[in-house]
């Protein structure tokens, strides 16, 4: 990330974390990603902790085992890890995320499920440290469109990972390579961007291609979009609230700016502008 960048991407998660947690009821899942309502699931804890649940079926199907090592690229306040934990009780989870208060409140987490000791997370861009320790599961949930380009994170997420390893990549990505959107459809991508703090919204086409490009290969892509609500009655207040905020400049306030892309993010997902992916791939040999 460039520094600038990188400062926007952490005050943003500092302004708005404690907020995220206070108000997204994800209970012991402490997740601030997006919640998938999976068969079955009927709690707002559940949702938010089913794409754990989906990350460790596809690395243990992956890899023919339970990783011993696992790196979260963009770890949030650990929610990913501290899960992954319990599921692997032998294996040893870092994670890496830029905001202070998402640093105090994972290792607070960690100490208090009695977690510090395998599970270790590092205030830190994961793209610029030298020579990071490799794991055989690396994951980012919901994190590298924060970075300025697909060729950023593949190339970080190849120095993480161990030879013949897993990365596990989940976010939302263009259904399409954006040719063909529509005046209306651009707007709510800038918007999703400009409010979310988006380096970049890769197609998934073009992760895939890049994916190859870097000397990964793509095992698996899942498209989880229809475990997504979008219609709930936040989503609805938003689509009226959202709009004149960003008329008005506040996208540049992390609070109103989470409204602004939030809002954005569902109108492109409910025009098929946008899909979520979850997207396997093994690093080398």
């Known amino acids: 990330m460039s520094d600038a960048s990188d400062h926007s991407v952490a005050r943003y998660y500092d302004a708005n974390t404690k907020r995220f947690l206070a108000t997204s009821k994800t209970g012991q899942a402490v997740a601030i990603h997006r919640k998938l309502w999976g068969p079955g699931i009927k709690t707002a804890e559940a949702a938010a902790a089913h794409i754990n649940d989906l990350v460790a079926q596809a690395a243990v199907s992956a890899l023919g085992h339970e990783p011993a090592?696992?790196?979260?690229?963009?770890?949030g306040v650990g929610g990913s890890l501290f899960h992954l934990a319990l599921c692997w009780p032998d294996s040893n989870l870092t994670g890496y995320t830029l905001s202070t208060a998402q640093v105090q409140i994972a290792r607070a987490l960690a100490k208090q499920r009695h977690?510090?000791?395998r599970c270790e997370v590092r205030q830190g861009d994961f793209t610029t440290l030298e020579s990071p320790e490799?794991?055989?599961?690396?994951?980012?949930?919901?994190s590298h469109t924060h970075l300025p380009s697909l060729a950023t994170f593949f190339k970080a997420a190849g120095q993480h990972v161990l030879p013949g390893g897993i990365v596990i990549l989940v976010d939302d990505m263009l259904a399409g390579d954006g040719s063909g959107l529509s005046s209306k459809e651009r707007a709510l991508l800038d918007a999703f961007k400009r409010g979310w703090r988006m380096g970049q919204?890769?197609?998934?086409?073009?992760?895939?291609?890049?994916?190859g490009e870097h000397g990964f290969e793509v095992l698996d892509q899942r498209d989880l979009g229809?475990?997504?609500r979008l219609d709930q009655l936040w989503d609805r207040m938003l689509n009226w609230i959202a709009p004149p905020l960003d008329w008005l400049g506040l996208a540049r306030v992390p609070m109103f700016a989470n409204m602004v892309g939030g809002n954005a993010l569902t109108q492109c997902h409910r025009r098929a502008v946008m899909r979520y992916m979850m997207v396997v791939m093994r690093f080398g040999n």
């Open 226 to 228: 229809e475990f997504l």
């Open 201 to 211: 919204v890769p197609a998934v086409d073009h992760v895939l291609h890049q994916a």
């Open 69 to 75: 090592s696992v790196t979260d690229l963009g770890c």
């Open 134 to 142: 490799r794991s055989e599961l690396v994951m980012a949930i919901e």
């Open 115 to 117: 977690l510090l000791d």
